[in-house]
């Protein structure tokens, strides 16, 4: 599926993978930093396709040193696979409406949130909200689950 899916979308997916990981494994100093610029590239229509898959790159890589054993399990569990955006894509129109404006929200904070991240200002709850949203977007939650997250304040 991926072939049919823009490289925007692979880098989300990828995102959105590496998020599920750190539910699981102990996350890097650096990973909420990948994260934030993750979602920052995949909503800049600017950037080169290079760029794009440099960032994934960033993301797989960070994956695999998080959760190294996950690639090659046998018993494979789901929780550090990368999402499935055609599932987002072919949801009803209410849930894909409600998980495309949970995304563009965290698109949207994420150039402040690095900012605050590198000078130490972003608090834990904003960091957390960030995971809560990519969390939200990969689950099968319901209308007013998804609006819940989406109209969270932090």
Not at 53 to 80: D, F, V
Not at 101 to 123: C, P, V, W
Not at 132 to 137: E, M, Q, R, T, Y
Request: with cysteine; net charge negative; proline share 1%.
């Amino acid at each position: 599926m991926a072939d049919s899916l823009s490289l925007r979308d692979q880098l989300i997916e990828s995102t959105i993978g590496l998020s599920r990981v750190c539910s699981m494994h102990k996350k890097s100093a650096r990973t909420d930093l990948l994260i934030l610029q993750a979602l920052l590239d995949s909503a800049d229509i600017s950037l080169s396709d290079g760029t794009i898959q440099n960032t994934m790159s960033l993301i797989q890589s960070e994956k695999s040193k998080i959760a190294p054993m996950c690639e090659t399990c046998a018993a494979r569990c789901g929780n550090s696979d990368d999402y499935d955006m055609s599932k987002l894509y072919n949801a009803s129109d209410e849930i894909r409406e409600l998980k495309l404006a949970i995304l563009h929200k965290i698109q949207g904070m994420a150039k402040d949130a690095i900012l605050k991240l590198r000078s130490g200002k972003l608090d834990d709850q904003a960091v957390i909200y960030f995971h809560k949203c990519l969390f939200a977007i990969s689950e099968d939650w319901d209308a007013a689950q998804l609006s819940e997250v989406l109209h969270e304040d932090i």
